[in-house]
């Protein structure tokens, strides 16, 4: 999950696709597209959860960004 949140802060505010995550993060081994929605969820809890405006936004079909 940090690993997630470094490349998504780097990146700010440009938009950083679900491949690029899966592969800077996981290299090869890639997992079950399902490992990368629970990280993104937890992470959602964390940075979304106690505000009323959401950081962790979901570009559909690309991927996700940070919002300030």
């Not at 491949?19 to 964390?46: F, T």
């Amino acid at each position: 999950m940090y690993q997630i949140l470094v490349k998504l802060t780097k990146t700010a505010p440009e938009m950083v696709s679900r491949d690029v995550l899966i592969h800077e993060i996981w290299g090869e081994d890639v997992p079950d597209k399902d490992v990368l929605r629970s990280h993104i969820y937890l992470l959602r809890n964390v940075l979304d959860k106690p505000f009323k405006k959401p950081m962790l936004i979901t570009v559909p079909k690309f991927g996700f960004r940070l919002e300030a």
